[in-house]
C-alpha cells in the first residue's frame, strides 16, 4: 500500500495535470494533506485511507481552531481534504469519505475594503513622490493595479510582451487562476506611464547592468531580476503609508476598481470578465458593496 506521502505526491501530480494549478495552489493543497497527516502521526495512528474516521477529520479542524486559524482558513483545509478523498475515490484507493459527513459552517464574508475616490488621488499623488530609486516604475505599478484591476500576481507575470496597443488604447494580456487568459484594458494614466517607464528607467537599467542578461519581466528589481509579488506590495504599502492610507494593500486597488466601475454604471458580467472571475456569484459582492456605498451617500445628503 501507498505511504502517505506517495499519495501526496500523486495528488499534487493530479491537480498539476488535470486542472493546471499554480505551483502556489498546489503547495497549498499539499499542505492541507500533510498537516492532516501530521495530526494522525501524533495519535500514532498510520494513515490508511478507509481506516480515517470522521472524528478524526473533527478533530483534526477543532485542533486548527484551538490553535486560533480564523474560519476562512479551516475551511479552506477542509476543502482541500475533500478534494483529496475525491481523487482517492476515483483512484480505487479507498470506498469511503470521512470529509462528505463534515459540515463547513456558512462563511461570513466580509465586504471587501475600497478606496474612495479622493482617497485614490492621494494615493497616486503620494506614489508620484521621487521617493526610491525607481519612481516611475513605482507609478506604473499603482496605476496599472487600479487602473486594470489586476490581482499582484497577475502584475509580477507580465512581461512587456504582454502589452497589447489597440485603436482602443492599450490592453495587457493576463494570466489569472488556473493559468486563464484574458485582455485586461489600461487606463490612459497607467498606459502613459508604462510608455515613460519602458523607455526610460528600464531602458537604462538594461543598459546599466550589460552586459549581464535582465529578466524579460515587464517590472524589474534594481539587479534585473522579476520584481515579484513581495516587491510589488511594498511599493504599493510604502505609497499607501506616505498617503496616510495605512491599511491599503494591492489587492484593496483591484476592490476600488470594481467598485468605480459598478458605482459608474458598468454591469456585473462585464466586471466579471473584466476581474477574470470564473463565477458571477464571486463577483457579486461588489453589488453589495456599491450598494453600502449609496445607503451612506443618502444618509449624508437625507440624515438629520
Not at 94 to 117: A, E, K, M, N, W
Not at 234 to 243: F, G, Q
Request: positive net charge.
Amino acid at each position: 500500500m501507498a505511504t502517505g506521502e506517495e499519495l501526496v505526491a500523486r495528488f499534487v501530480e493530479h491537480l498539476r495535470v488535470e486542472r493546471n494549478l499554480s505551483p502556489h495552489s498546489l503547495r497549498a493543497y499539499a499542505a492541507d494533506v500533510r498537516e492532516l497527516l501530521a495530526h494522525l502521526r501524533a495519535l500514532d495512528a498510520p494513515f490508511d485511507p478507509d481506516a480515517v474516521e470522521r472524528g478524526a477529520v473533527r478533530a483534526f479542524l477543532a485542533g486548527l481552531k484551538a490553535r486560533g486559524l480564523a474560519r476562512s482558513s479551516i475551511e479552506r483545509r477542509l476543502a482541500g481534504l475533500r478534494t483529496f478523498y475525491r481523487f482517492l475515490r476515483a483512484e480505487g484507493r479507498c470506498r469511503g469519505d470521512p470529509t462528505r459527513q463534515v459540515r463547513s459552517p456558512p462563511r461570513r464574508r466580509p465586504l471587501p475594503r475600497f478606496l474612495r475616490r479622493d482617497e485614490v488621488e492621494r494615493l497616486l499623488a503620494a506614489v508620484q513622490e521621487p521617493a526610491g530609486p525607481a519612481p516611475v516604475r513605482d507609478r506604473a505599478v499603482v496605476e496599472l493595479l487600479y487602473g486594470a484591476g489586476l490581482r499582484v500576481a497577475e502584475v509580477a507575470g507580465l512581461d512587456p510582451g504582454d502589452l497589447v496597443p489597440g485603436d482602443e488604447g492599450l490592453c495587457v494580456r493576463v494570466r489569472g487562476k488556473g493559468r486563464k487568459e484574458r485582455l485586461a484594458p489600461v487606463g490612459r494614466r497607467a498606459a502613459a506611464t508604462l510608455e515613460a517607464y519602458l523607455a526610460g528607467e528600464r531602458a537604462a537599467l538594461v543598459r546599466e547592468l550589460a552586459p549581464r542578461p535582465v529578466s524579460a519581466a515587464l517590472f524589474l528589481s534594481r539587479r534585473g531580476g522579476r520584481l515579484g509579488v513581495r516587491g510589488l506590495s511594498r511599493v504599493v504599502v510604502a505609497a499607501a503609508r506616505r498617503a496616510g492610507l495605512t491599511w491599503v494593500t494591492p489587492h484593496t486597488l483591484r476592490h476600488s476598481f470594481a467598485t468605480h466601475l459598478l458605482e459608474n454604471g458598468a454591469d456585473l458580467r462585464a466586471i466579471q470578465e473584466l476581474l477574470g472571475h470564473s463565477s458571477l456569484a464571486t463577483t457579486q459582492v461588489y453589488a453589495h458593496v456599491s450598494a453600502a456605498h449609496l445607503v451612506a451617500v443618502y444618509a449624508r445628503t437625507f440624515g438629520e
